[in-house]
């Protein structure tokens, strides 16, 4: 599942105001289709590319009902309650997940927690903190080695260490 990522990503405020996000589906490099994440629980929404019937539409179909029964074949997950079957969804989760990081990387060290992430910094992003303080690349840094020392999950060290932080 390599080939698929999600592009055109949009993420908007759901149901209790918990995440919600559309995206395009593209496998192999080419949008195969939409999906919706109302975030109102249940599985998220795919709606194939194409008009219906044409042969771009049946391509796509194809594909996507492929690709569904390829995450069914996958590894058990497992979870805080046990292990339970893979599917589609979850690796959607995975790639909207990295957009979210993607898009909040900035404002901190990104420590994983549990099925989320916690963002540990200052009330100013990462490079106001360096452009403001003279000791705000060493005041990132300690929150990272304190981080690291925890034995945390950092989520956005490729950013970190463009900014200068040792990894």
């Known amino acids: ?3 698929l990522k999600l592009i055109n990503y949009k993420s908007h405020r759901g149901h ?3 995440t919600a996000f559309n995206a395009d589906l593209v496998y192999n490099g080419k ?3 939409h999906v919706y994440d109302d975030a109102m629980g249940g599985e998220y ?3 194939t590319l194409g008009k219906w019937g044409s042969d771009e539409y049946m391509v796509n179909y194809k594909t ?4 569904i029964g390829k995450a069914k074949q996958l590894p058990k997950v497992k979870t805080e309650y046990g292990e ?7 690796i959607i989760d995975d790639l909207a997940k990295v957009w979210e990081i ?3 990387e900035k404002k901190g060290v990104i420590v994983k927690r549990h099925s989320s992430w916690q963002i ?6 990462i490079p106001t903190t360096i452009k403001k303080w003279s000791d705000g690349l060493d005041a990132i840094q300690k929150v990272y080695d304190e981080q690291k020392q925890k034995g945390a999950e950092i989520l956005n060290t490729e950013y970190l260490q463009s900014v200068g932080i040792n990894l």
């Open 64 to 67: 996507l009902k492929g690709l």
């Open 120 to 125: 540990i910094g200052f009330k100013t992003s």
């Open 84 to 90: 339970i079957n893979n599917c589609i969804d979850f």
């Open 16 to 18: 209790d105001g918990c």
């Open 1 to 3: 599942m390599k080939n």
């Open 31 to 33: 949008k195969i289709a």
């Open 45 to 47: 929404q795919y709606t």
């Open 102 to 104: 993607k898009k909040d």
